[in-house]
T-cell receptor, first 113, second 111 residues
Framework: DAGITQSPRHKVTETGTPVTLRCHQT?????MYWYRQDPGHGLRLIHY???????DKGEVSDGYSVSRSKTEDFLLTLESATSSQTSVYFC????????????FGSGTRLTVV | GENVEQHPSTLSVQEGDSAVIKCTYS??????FPWYKQELGKGPQLIID?????GEKKDQRIAVTLNKTAKHFSLHITETQPEDSAVYFC??????????FGAGTRLFVKA
């Protein structure tokens, strides 16, 4: 996906360990989002950012934290991974707050064993 | 709370036929309705969107209609092709950062 990359693409980790996923954009967009995708649930918002060091919680934020120290990078941290956090994680960017579509990254498949 | 229901969950059509996916939203304040296509192993991609002041929008073989009174919006794909096979998500933006996604429709186009 042009302008937005996620790393790693795949990760297996053990229960109780911290995990950090990275989202990097080259579009200079102000707004960035972290979603998780699970079968039957569509996409659910974890956290979002509306500027450097400006972040807020989404609908499924428990157990997750985020940081944004630069416009281009948005990090998602699972403080102590649990099996319920096994999912596919997508980062997205948008050019505005309302009425703008998202550009999604290719996703990170995380498995917690 | 706010909710977007999407139907059907699976849709199988013959190549060349039309496909229709329907969504219903609960928050009457919703004002922006994007549709995304997700191919296997990739992130969702925006394919078309509609704003609440418009009833219909077309882009080649795809169209979206919106009925604000009934809180329904639909995606129409005409002359389907095998490359249209994917998962499609509807979404409703209720203002600010709140975008609610439907659960998705898996579309199969049989050649």
């Amino acid at each position: 996906d042009a302008g937005i990359t996620q790393s790693p693409r795949h990760k297996v980790t053990e229960t109780g360990t911290p995990v950090t996923l990275r989202c990097h954009q080259t579009e200079n967009h102000r707004y960035m989002y972290w979603y998780r995708q699970d079968p039957g649930h569509g996409l659910r918002l974890i956290h979002y950012s509306y500027g450097v060091k400006d972040t807020d919680k989404g609908e499924v934020s428990d157990g997750y934290s985020v940081s944004r120290s630069k416009t281009e990078d948005f990090l998602l941290t699972l403080e102590s991974a649990t099996s319920s956090q096994t999912s596919v994680y997508f980062c997205a960017i948008s050019g505005g707050q309302e009425g703008y579509g998202y550009t999604f990254g290719s996703g990170t498949r995380l498995t917690v064993v | 709370g706010e909710n977007v229901e999407q139907h059907p969950s699976t849709l199988s059509v013959q190549e060349g036929d039309s496909a229709v996916i329907k969504c219903t939203y609960s928050d009457s304040a919703s004002n922006y309705f994007p549709w995304y296509k997700q191919e296997l192993g990739k992130g969702p991609q925006l394919i078309i969107d509609i704003r609440s002041n418009v009833g219909e929008k077309k882009d080649q073989r795809i169209a979206v209609t919106l009925n604000k009174t009934a809180k329904h919006f639909s995606l129409h794909i005409t002359e389907t092709q095998p490359e249209d096979s994917a998962v499609y998500f509807c979404a409703a933006n209720t203002g600010g950062f709140k975008t609610i996604f439907g659960a998705g429709t898996r579309l199969f186009v049989k050649a």
